[in-house]
């Protein structure tokens, strides 16, 4: 019988779009039959059968609700809309075939029973996409301020910063594990969201659990559904976070492993808890990258990359240990200098800047001038000149930049002495004369004016 129920219950998904094509059909009919009045008939048995496919609809949803497991709580809104909507199939046959027994029946214009009862199917179907995907499966993509304003719970990736100084002060709880389940769990089991009846954004609602009862078992992993689900194969049903959400690292399984082993404390520090350092050196910064500078900044929102990203420009982070970017317009030749307005949000975080290939004039550098943390700049395959070039003299990390088949004029070449740490600048098939390398202010810049010969090989010689 249980096999029976399962089997029937799985069929849910398939009935439901039965009554849906009915509906929607009897409603588009309805609409272009509402002066000649000449498709009566047909509508109501549409709708007739709309009601008989919405009530085996309800019965395959409420088996599927038995036999799944699901939380009353999660279906209870698609269940009843479910059934309303089956009923109100049979109203609207009842109306159309001008059937006078319903109270009150007679007296409402169908146009309006028509308007209630689109909505009525839209609110169903949303409860039921909201049960399959996730209440914020349409708004997703949305930016976090308009889901906020939407109503909907919004999620910042909190990072895990430890360095070799502090890593033993930092808070297991507050520091560590709980960033690796904001980052990977909360959004289906945060405050406003409890996929089973499951949070963990507290410590009170991590040790309560879940539909399923507890899960964490304190001192013991192997059997703390908290760390078994982590580890289970992706295709299982059962793995969590589910294959298609962003998936925790290795190393943060270890991690959320080892402190179930010394009993989940959600007080003290790593020093004192006894914790061996391997576990957090992969959170430790990596060896600095001279493309970006040796500060801490903060990161910019996903919001404003994502805007800069729908104007065609690249955004990426530099590195993972790092909230700087590089921003290149490699997609994007036609960027003029008045679109620099475009990445002006993102002036504290960009330190590459790829411009190569674009049509920017030396009115540029006033506008660079303001990219502070800038590092690497690229300006090759443009109109530049170096004319106004000196007013980058004022960025304190700008290390390399390319002038590679630009305009670059052999007058504005020496304006580079000004600047404070630039190591290198690329001139090849500028206007500026030269091959090779040469040297700038005490030998501290070099000036690569390319135009290298390769000494012959002995090889070059042979005759096949």
């Not at 088996?63 to 309303?84: C, M, R």
């Not at 039921?128 to 719970?153: C, M, Q, R, W």
């Not at 303001?370 to 170096?386: F, P, Q, S």
Request: contains cysteine.
């Amino acid at each position: 019988m249980d096999v029976l129920k399962q089997l029937l219950g799985r069929l849910h998904p398939l009935v439901v779009h039965l009554p849906i094509g009915f509906i929607i059909l009897g409603l588009l009919l309805q609409w272009y039959d509402r002066k000649r009045k000449e498709y009566t008939k047909v509508i109501s048995l549409v709708y007739l059968w709309g009601g008989i496919s919405a009530a085996l609809a309800c019965i395959t949803g409420y088996l599927q609700y038995l036999g799944e497991g699901y939380a009353f709580d999660t279906v209870k809104w698609h269940l009843w809309s479910g059934i309303a909507t089956a009923l109100f199939s049979f109203l609207m046959y009842t109306k159309l075939q001008e059937i006078q027994r319903i109270y009150f029946l007679g007296k409402v214009p169908i146009a309006v029973l028509a308007v209630l009862f689109f909505a009525l199917i839209s609110f169903t179907g949303h409860q039921g996409g909201n049960i399959t995907h996730g209440e914020d499966y349409l708004v997703e993509p949305l930016p976090n301020h308009i889901k906020s304003a939407l109503g909907f719970e919004t999620f910042e990736e909190k990072p895990i910063v430890l360095n070799e100084e502090n890593w033993q002060e930092a808070l297991i709880y507050d520091d560590v594990v709980k960033p690796i389940l904001n980052n990977n769990c909360v959004s289906c089991h945060g405050k406003k969201k409890t996929k089973g009846e499951l949070q963990l954004h507290t410590p009170e609602v991590l040790l309560k659990g879940g539909e399923n009862g507890e899960i964490i078992i304190t001192n013991n992993p192997e059997n703390s559904e908290l760390y078994t689900r982590l580890v289970l194969p992706k295709n299982d049903e059962d793995h969590m976070p589910p294959k298609d959400k962003r998936q925790p690292t290795p190393e943060e399984i270890e991690l959320i492993k080892a402190w179930l082993s010394i009993g989940n404390p959600f007080e003290g520090a790593i020093g004192e808890l006894g914790m061996e350092k391997e576990l957090f050196l992969s959170f430790f910064p990596k060896k600095h990258n001279a493309d970006y500078p040796d500060i801490q900044i903060a990161a910019a929102s996903q919001d404003t990359i994502n805007a800069t990203k729908s104007h065609g420009l690249h955004v990426e982070h530099i590195s993972k240990a790092s909230n700087f970017l590089e921003v290149s317009c490699i997609n994007k030749p036609s960027f003029v200098d008045s679109d620099f307005e475009i990445i002006i949000p993102l002036k504290e975080q960009i330190a590459i800047l790829d411009l190569g290939g674009t049509q920017i004039t030396d009115d540029i550098f006033e506008k660079l001038a303001t990219l502070t943390n800038l590092t690497v700049l690229k300006l090759d395959a443009t109109a530049i000149t170096g004319k106004n070039m000196e007013l980058l003299a004022s960025l304190e990390h700008l290390k390399s930049i390319n002038l590679t088949g630009s305009h670059l004029e052999e007058i504005y070449l020496r304006n580079l002495e000004s600047f404070k740490n630039l190591e290198i600048a690329y001139v090849f098939g500028s206007q500026v004369e030269g091959e090779g390398v040469r040297r700038l202010k005490d030998g501290q810049i070099t000036i690569d004016y390319g135009n290298y010969e390769l000494p012959p090989l002995p090889s070059d010689s042979i005759i096949y």
